[in-house]
Every structure is written in C-alpha cells, then in structure tokens.
C-alpha cells in the first residue's frame, strides 16, 4: 500500500523537476506537464478504489513505526480530495496549454504549478501535523510563486498582501503546533486524538483549538480573516486563479474539518458553536461583497468566501447529515469553482477585459460558451437539479433536523444572493451587446487555443450535470465518508495499528 | 567590489570552504553536519566570489542556473527516496552497501541516506543562491 | 529558565506587534520576522527545557548514554527556521520589487490590485466629513 499513498505526492514532484529542467523547450515541457497530471489522476482513482475496499489505509515512510515515524493516511476525504485535485489539475494543464505566454513558461509556470498539486496532495494525505505545516509551505511557496509570476503591476500588489496576511497565518499555525506539542507530547494526529483527552487542563485545550481555527481560518478565507482573497486571486493568469480557487482554500476547509473531527471534539458547545457563527458571517459577507463587484473574477473571488462559509457550516453542526453536506459541499464547490474561473478566462479572451462594464454580446455570438457559463453559475446557486442543488439541500436539510432555523434561512438567503451576482454575471456580460459592438465569437480562436480552453470546461461541465442528475452515489460516498470523520477510531486504528 | 585584498584571498577562501563544505556534508550521518549545512558553506564560498568578482562572474563560474541546480537536487532526493521501493522497502527507508568490508571492517559504506543528503545539498545552494545572487543584480 | 523564556517570548510577540500594525510593508516584515522566531521559540520551550547532553549516540554505541535533551523540538525549530527563511526571503524580494513597481511602501497607497472607485469613499472625503 505504501507506493499508493506516497505516489500522489513523488509524481508531481517529479515532474516538477522534468518540467522545469524542460521549460525553455515550449511544447515539450507542456505536455509533460499535462501527462503528469494524467497518470496523478490515474494513481488517485487507484486510491480511491483502495480506500472504498479497505476503509482507511496508512503507510509509514522510511519504515518507521507510528507515532514516531512520517505517516501517511488516506481514509475517504483525503482520497476524494487527491481524486478532485487530480481532476482540477488536469484541467487547468490543458488549459494552460493555450492560456501561459512563453515568458511565463521559461520563468517556470509549469513546476511551480506541479509543486503546488505536490503540496496540496502532501496536506491531504498526511498524518502527521507537524508534516501538514511543511506541506502546507510547500503549497504556500509555490503558490507564491505563481501569483506574482510576470510580475504585472497588479499581480505585485495583490501578491504583496496574499504573501504577507498568510504569513501571519504561518506563524499562528506554529504556534499552535507548539502549545499543542507542548500540551501532548506528540506530533501524530491519530496519536494526538488520544492524547488531547488525558490533558488535565481542558481550557487550555480549548484555546489551542481557537489558535488552530484562527490558522486554518486565514488559509480558508473565514469571515473576518478573508481580505488577502478577493485582493490577490483576479490578478494572475487565469490558469492560476483557478486552480487557486479551486483548491488552495479548500486545503483550509480541510485542516479545518480534519483537526476538528479528530483532536478537538472534547468542547464542541464551544468550537463548533464559533465556528457556526464563522460560518453564517463567511457566507453573508462573500455574497455581500460580491454584490458590490463589477468585474468578473472579483465577483467570483467573493463567491468563493461567501462558498466557505457553507462548508463550514457543515462541520461547525457537527451531525452525520451535517458531514455529509459538508464532504458533498467540497467536491461539488471545487469542480463549479475552478470551472467559473476558467470560463471568465474564455471570456476575456473573446471580449477582451474582466470589467462588466467594458464586455457583452458573449450570449449571442457564443452561445455554446453562455450555455457552459449558466451549468456551474446555476451549480453554484443551487439551482435543481445540477450538483450545488443537492449540497445545499443536505446542509439545510442538516441545520433544520437541529432546529437551527436562523442558520437554515441564512443559506438559503445566501444562496438567493448568489443567483443575483450569478444573473448580474450573466446580465452584464452574455446578454448586453458588446459596448464596442465587437463580435465575441469563439471561432475567433485558433483551434488548438479554442481545444485547449473549451475541453477542461466541457469536462469539468459534464461532471457537474453528472453530479446533479445521479447524485445517488455521490450521497452515498458522502455519507461513507462522513461516517469515518466521526468515528476517528477507524483512522486511529489505521494508523496506530491494533495494539491501541 | 574592487579591492585587491578581497579578490586574492577570495581564491584561496572559496577554495577551502568548498571543500570544507564537502567534509560537513559526508560527515553529517553521524555527527553534526550535513547536506543543509553543508550546503550553507558552499553557498557561502560562493557569494564571497560574487562580492569579490561581481554575480555575472559567480554565475559563469557555476555554469548551471541556481535554479536548476536546485531542481536537479530535489530530483536525487527524490530518486534517493524511491530507490528504496525496488528493494521492496517502503519509500525514503535507507537502503545501504558494504563493498570492500571485511570482518568488522566496513569497508567503503554507500546508502541512499547519503544520496538524499546530497540532494539536499544541491537544493540549498541552489534555492539560496537564486536569491542571493537575484538581489544583488536587483539593487 | 521556561519563565524567562515566556517573558522573552511575550517581548518579542509584543513588539512584533507594534511592528506589524504599521502601515509600512517593511516594517510589517520586521514584525513577521520577530514574530516567526518567537513561535520558534515556544515550540523550543514546549519539548521542556533540561540542561542535559545533546542526543548523539558516541561511537560503539547503540543508545546515547545518560540522560539527553530532547532532540524532536530541535530538529522542529531547524525546519521551522529553515522554512521560515525561504518564505521571508521570498518576501523580500518581493516587496522590493513592488517598491520599484508600485514606487511606495505604504499599504494604503497600494491600489493596483483594488482600483479605487468613483462611489468608494475616499482619505480626502473622510476628512472633509470630519470638518462638517
């Protein structure tokens, strides 16, 4: 099992190092980066498989034993999460292939882009808090990278504030590994999970929590840490604003669910009640804020605050169906997400700006590309039957089983919100006629670019409607899913082994 | 910086931590040292040439990119890893060998264990090095 | 030993405090700087602090002999500080190259990213509400 686990990891990695070593050949190094992305979606679908037969697995690297070893674990969220990493990094490859310029690809999109799915594998599959700290650098760094790669004006002043507000999160994050080591004496989350409840001093505990949650918070763009987001995603290259949005945040959301199923689960009335109020504030202040936007991918920076909020509303309820939501939420969020992102990316293309007031006309000259536009747009909203449908019903379904009305009438308000700037969207920049009156047609492309663009949307498209119409299978993963997040016996004993 | 001193002591200096560099790291398995430290060293011989020449003769004298070097370190650290799996071990387990032992002599000791530490190596001097020498063309 | 360290810790936490809360990105940088090493500092005192050997094995050995300090929070500083130097090193970098593209170090003044907008109120009208 253990090439399994370690290989959503080795193979970006690797091809980090082909690809950079390639990256003044052009087509070469493009492509591998594509089939590198390919054989990572491969070897997830193995994972996948794995751990849906055998529930969860570890693996300890270098063949030290738990908890003193490096742990690697996969129980169904880490699976599904590399799974949908794979797919988004497949996606955003082939993107890329006609939307980085050469200069870009000598400076090194490419294995940056490869580090960055190494790290955010890395974070998904570790067992170990210490270790999600070094993936979540490794993450960090490369993402650092690629937003200020170019360095446009725009791309350094946004770069500025996302490097410096994450930082802080850094440092916070240390911080609460330390004051947990110190509270524990071990690294290893399995072992902590045992280990936080022989702690005398409970209180203390609960402070370690709020320093994590103020960690993970920052990198999931929560309700009053957010700023860095809507600052710095709309200025790089689409090809990284999407795979950003799609999966850098998500990361958080992540650490997030992980810590708070498996270590702080000893004062729920008061973590998962904060984070309740985190999650109604996140989803109010995203939807407002985007109401407020005119450009594209600033409006959809906001949606993806506004997103957060929903999945965290999942955890902070803290039931089965709650859990469920939440899993679902992820998966569904995600794909809409990265897909948004990458249709602005067309949009621009053909109108020539991201400002609402500057495009039009793509409704009539494209329609093929307004009918990709309204599958995730609605997804997000929540619109039946596609896949954002079914995530918001089982969260609200979950809030309302207990009797948490205030926050039910709060997703569904949001979610109204979201088919305004969704319409607005739509109004502004598919319906209007071009201001210019320029004709935004797709075959304006040529059509290896037009491929390249519209294969990952068609794709990412198609999973959506997939997702919407049989969601029977996703609910029931979901709900497989959810069911070993609240009994961390089964990860405890993956990892620990049988002794304990 | 033009000064005569500097530039002829930087010959015999850089010299000296090169190789200095290269003793901390194979002694690093067992004792302080190491690839990251040792890797420090050079990056330090090397600046020193690049205060005492300029960083375009630091460069020339490197022949690689920083950053390349840096990547083709990652890349034998991560070949040091997976080495360990066609041995049937799970990955990063140190695989080593012993040619020339006899008795209790072990001989001349090679393992993967020193293969990463030489990628480690290779990626601080050239990850430190693309910065350092990045910022002193900047200002 | 640990009290003192903790009075060191809350210094420094303090002061990059004041730092941070600068509008000068420099400064800020500062601030993370010393903040950084006071969480390194924490994670030293966390593995508790012994006057005892360092935890190397002598030659011929199998264990260290006698009782060692405990050698995991040093090996997590090392890390942390390695980490730590990348990600500020990076961000000087970068902050120098924003001064020379943006021409400030002030946050207020950076405005690429976020335009500011005719309805948005400004610094200029601030004030001349405050006169009113």
């Known amino acids: 099992m253990s090439w399994l686990l370690a290989l959503p990891v080795i193979l970006p990695f690797a091809t980090a190092v082909l690809v950079f070593l390639l990256r003044s050949r052009g087509a070469a190094g493009r492509w591998l980066s594509v ?196 600052a710095s ?37 008061y973590t998962h009640n904060l984070l309740l109020v985190v999650a109604a504030l996140t989803m109010v202040t995203g939807v407002l804020g985007a109401a407020a936007q005119n450009e594209f991918r600033k409006i959809l920076s906001f949606h993806i605050v506004s997103q957060i909020g929903y999945m965290i509303l999942g955890l902070a309820l803290y039931t089965p169906l ?95 919100l979201t088919i305004f700037s969704m319409t607005k969207i739509w109004a502004e920049a598919f319906w209007k006629p071009h201001p210019e009156g320029k004709e935004p047609v797709l075959s304006a492309l040529d059509a290896r670019a037009r491929m390249a663009l519209m294969a990952p949307i068609l794709a990412l498209a198609t999973l959506t409607i997939i997702i919407g119409f049989y969601p029977e299978p996703f609910v029931i993963f979901a709900e497989r899913s959810a069911a070993q997040l609240l009994d961390p016996a089964l990860y405890v004993r993956a990892v620990l082994g049988a002794a304990t | 910086m033009n000064s005569l001193i500097l530039s002829a002591a930087t010959r015999i200096l850089v010299a000296l931590m ?15 040292g190491g690839g990251f430290i040792g890797g420090l060293l050079a990056t330090i011989g090397i600046v020193l040439y690049a205060i005492a020449h300029g960083s375009a003769a630091a460069r020339k004298a490197l022949r690689l990119d920083p950053l390349t070097i840096a990547m083709g370190g990652l890349g034998i650290a991560l070949l040091a890893g997976v080495l360990a799996v066609l041995f049937g071990d799970p990955f990063f387990s140190g695989q080593w060998s012993f040619p020339f032992a006899e008795g209790g002599d072990k001989g001349f000791p090679i393992s993967t264990v020193l293969l990463f530490d030489i990628g480690v190596y290779l990626v601080v001097v050239g990850a430190v090095l693309a910065i350092v020498l990045g910022l002193e063309e900047e200002v | 030993m640990e009290v003192l360290l903790a009075l060191l810790i809350g210094i420094l936490v303090t002061a990059s405090v004041y730092l941070m809360l600068a509008r000068n990105v420099m400064r800020f940088l500062f601030g993370l700087v010393l903040l950084s090493n006071a969480a390194n500092l924490t994670i030293f005192v966390a593995g508790r602090l012994t006057p005892e050997s360092p935890a190397l094995v002598p030659a011929g050995m199998l264990t260290p002999q006698g009782l060692v300090a405990n050698a995991l929070p040093q090996a997590l500083v090392l890390t942390a500080i390695v980490i730590g130097f990348g990600l500020f090193a990076f961000a000087l970098v970068l902050v120098y190259r924003g001064y020379d593209a943006l021409g400030t170090l002030d946050t207020d003044a950076m405005r690429h990213a976020e335009p500011i907008e005719d309805n948005e109120p400004t610094a200029k009208g601030k004030l001349e509400g405050t006169s009113l």
Not at chain 1, 65 to 93: K, Q, R
Not at chain 1, 212 to 217: H, Q, R, V
Not at chain 1, 247 to 260: M, N, Q
């Open chain 1, 322 to 416: 709650a859990l469920v939501g939440a899993v679902f939420y992820l998966v569904h969020h995600i794909i809409v997400k990265a897909n948004l992102f990458l249709v602005s990316g067309v949009a621009k293309r053909l109108t020539g700006s991201f400002e609402l007031s500057a495009i039009g006309g793509l409704y009539k000259s494209s329609p093929f590309l307004a009918v990709l536009f309204l599958i995730p747009a609605f997804s997000l909203a929540g619109f039946p039957p596609l896949s954002g449908f079914w995530a918001k019903f089982l969260l609200v379904k979950a809030s309302l089983e207990v009797e948490a009305y205030l926050i039910a009438a709060v997703a569904l308000v949001v979610g109204l």
């Open chain 1, 35 to 230: 089939a590198g992305c390919g054989l990572l979606l491969v070897v997830s679908i193995l994972l996948m498989a794995a751990t849906w037969r055998e529930g969860v697995i570890a693996a300890q690297m270098g063949g030290w034993p738990a908890p003193f070893g490096i742990t690697l674990v996969a129980d169904l969220l880490s699976a599904v999460m590399v799974l949908i990493t794979a797919i988004t990094g497949l996606a955003v490859a082939v993107y890329a292939l006609a939307d980085i310029d050469e200069r870009r690809e000598t400076l090194g999109y490419h294995a940056l882009f490869q580090i960055l799915l190494a790290g955010v594998c890395g974070a998904f599959l570790t067992g170990d808090i210490f270790n999600l700290y070094v993936w979540f650098e490794v993450m960090l760094i490369a993402s650092f990278g690629l937003l200020v790669l170019g360095g446009d004006k725009a791309q350094l002043d946004g770069g500025i504030k996302y490097v410096t507000l994450n930082l802080v999160s850094t440092v916070m994050f240390l911080t609460g590994i330390a004051l947990l080591y110190g509270l524990t004496g071990t690294l290893n989350m399995a072992d902590l999970h045992g280990a936080v409840r022989e702690v005398e001093n409970q209180g203390l505990l609960t402070v370690v929590a709020v320093v994590f949650m103020i960690a993970f918070g920052v990198k999931a763009a929560v309700f009053p840490l957010f700023f860095w987001l809507p």
């Open chain 1, 233 to 269: 995603y709309h200025t790089p290259p689409v090809a990284v604003s999407a795979v950003f949005a799609g999966l850098l945040t998500k990361v958080g959301v992540y650490a997030l669910i992980r810590t708070f199923t498996l270590i702080f689960t000893e004062d729920t009335a």
């Open chain 2, 18 to 32: 090169l190789v200095f560099s290269v003793y901390m790291l194979l002694r690093g398995h067992n004792e302080p």
